[in-house]
Nanobody, 123 residues
Framework: VQLQASGGGLVQAGGSLRLSCAAS???????MGWFRQAPGKEREFVAS????????WYTDSVKGRFTISRDNGKNTVYLQMNSLKPEDTAVYYC??????????????????WGQGTLVTVSS
């Protein structure tokens, strides 16, 4: 499956952005995740959602500010980011894992990756 991430941009601290990840085919049997990589740092997990949308996971630093959701009818996953901080600046990647369960998956379990979209938060 091919993934196309979009929605990044430049925003002031405290602002909001919504990232979208469109898949080339039906996503209902995939777990989906968002990861990010800041300049000079390793890529890190941000949020993920199971195949049905019934379970979500977040890294501690974004809990209460970011919301992951999915629309399997549109083959799209979203990341709503509110109260953005300068430390959220990174390239954000969406990823898909061929997994029909309801457990959190580590990064190495994701099979497909999008090209990334840059989010820059100014102070």
């Amino acid at each position: 499956v091919q993934l196309q991430a979009s929605g990044g941009g430049l925003v002031q601290a405290g602002g909001s952005l919504r990232l979208s990840c469109a898949a080339s085919r039906q996503t209902s049997s995939y777990a989906m995740g968002w990861f990010r990589q800041a300049p000079g740092k390793e890529r890190e997990f941000v949020a993920s959602i199971n195949w049905s949308g019934g379970r979500t996971w977040y890294t501690d630093s974004v809990k209460g500010r970011f919301t992951i959701s999915r629309d399997n009818g549109k083959n799209t996953v979203y990341l709503q980011m509110n109260s953005l901080k300068p430390e959220d600046t990174a390239v954000y990647y969406c990823a898909a894992a061929t997994y029909f369960g309801s457990s959190w998956l580590p990064e190495e379990e994701y099979d497909y990756w999008g090209q990334g979209t840059l989010v820059t938060v100014s102070s």
